[in-house]
């Protein structure tokens, strides 16, 4: 069996050094007689485990002592609904909108209070990232919310909104641990795993303290920030497997990869390569604006469904699965993420080489 170029927005491709770990740890983790997934997460064996997944996070991402890691269910789309629960308090908070993901996000926000939504990309199918130094945010805003790595759309947040004291909440479910950042930038970090820390089912939530204890009286309390909190993500069964997963993600990046800085050298050059080829190509064009291009998800169309349609089918033929865009937007979409070798990447832009070559 040879393993296939899965370029998927998500879930999306795994480290081959994570599979065959946890392929080796299957059957028994250590010397604990048992698989982490028949694991009790009220074990000694179970705590190490996510103890240790929560140090590397905090390593790997210099997360400060006086932010709260939790490792949370129901994707980042719960996070639509659970932000608003935990930190209004004046009952609106402002929005730039850059797509599907910060869309469904005012929606949840507006049943719970208001979002004023200060930019938008629409006027251009969401082609660009509105300029964030001109905005003017209200100052009773509880937060200012963002989605910062678009994948429908393939667009990238160069430059964080100043948001001075309002909190600011950022989306970073595809371009997490892609790249240093500052984390006391944000007031809180919300992802979903399954396309640079691990496979679906676990929401990893990074929140300064001083935003946890807000919720309402009746938020309930599987939603509720600080009942998580203090218990340490563990007021239910948390997804066990997943989190363990995530651990050995973060292992590969600390001691296969080098770090952050030198994953984001990575994915430079990865996606350099395709962006070049797209620049110069006389088939396929990229849609956003270069300044504003993620570094992530890199979207191309020919201009012709029927031809997108054929590129599609041959490129799966040829073991690149998963290259179709959303069905939003149509055309392609290579989702090129951490765990995605620098070999497939040049690949991919041999086979549209030859692509282009024979349908001239």
């Known amino acids: 069996m040879s393993r296939v170029y899965n370029f998927s927005a998500g879930p999306s491709m795994l480290p081959e050094w994570v599979l065959k770990k946890a392929a080796s740890e299957m059957i028994e983790y250590g010397q604990s007689g048992q698989s982490v997934m028949e694991m009790s997460h009220r074990s000694a064996e179970y705590q190490a485990i996510i103890d240790d997944c929560e140090a590397r996070l905090r390593r790997v991402m210099n997360i400060g002592d006086n932010y709260k890691v939790l490792f949370l269910q129901g994707g980042a789309s719960l996070q639509f609904t659970m932000i608003p629960m935990n930190l209004l308090k004046n009952g609106h908070a402002d929005v730039i909108n850059t797509g599907q993901w910060s869309k469904k996000a005012i929606k949840e926000l507006n049943k ?203 490129a799966k033929a040829n073991g690149f699965i998963n290259v179709k865009g959303h069905r939003s937007v149509g055309g392609m979409r290579a989702s090129i993420y951490n765990a995605m070798p620098i070999e497939g990447v040049e690949k991919l832009v041999a086979f549209m080489e030859a692509f282009e070559k024979a349908n001239q």
């Not at 948390?238 to 990046?253: K, R």
Request: aromatic share 10%; hydrophobic share 35%.
């Open 112 to 314: 719970l209070g208001k979002a004023n939504v200060l930019a938008s990309s629409e006027d251009k199918t969401f082609s660009y990232i509105p300029d964030v130094t001109k905005l003017d945010f209200h100052e009773d805003a509880d937060y200012v919310y963002i989605c910062e790595n678009n994948t429908i759309y393939g667009t990238k947040y160069k430059t964080l909104p100043d948001t001075k004291d309002i909190p600011l909440v950022a989306d970073l479910s595809s371009c997490i641990l892609s790249e240093p950042i500052d984390v006391s930038k944000y007031g809180l970090i919300f992802a979903g795993a399954q396309k640079n820390m691990g496979p679906a089912g676990l929401t990893v939530v990074i929140i300064r303290e001083d935003l946890i204890g807000n919720a309402k009286e009746q938020t309930p309390s599987m939603l509720n920030y600080q009942i998580m909190a203090d218990n340490g993500s563990m007021f239910n069964t948390p997804p066990t497997y997943a989190i363990y997963m995530c651990d050995l993600v973060l292992q590969w990046i600390e001691e296969e990869i080098g770090g952050l800085e030198a994953m984001k050298q990575r994915n430079e050059q990865k996606a350099k390569l395709l962006y070049d080829y797209l620049d110069n190509s006389k088939m396929f064009s990229n849609p956003v604006n270069p300044q504003d291009r993620s570094l992530m998800n890199v979207t191309f169309v020919s201009g012709d469904a029927e031809l997108d349609a054929k590129f599609i089918k041959e």
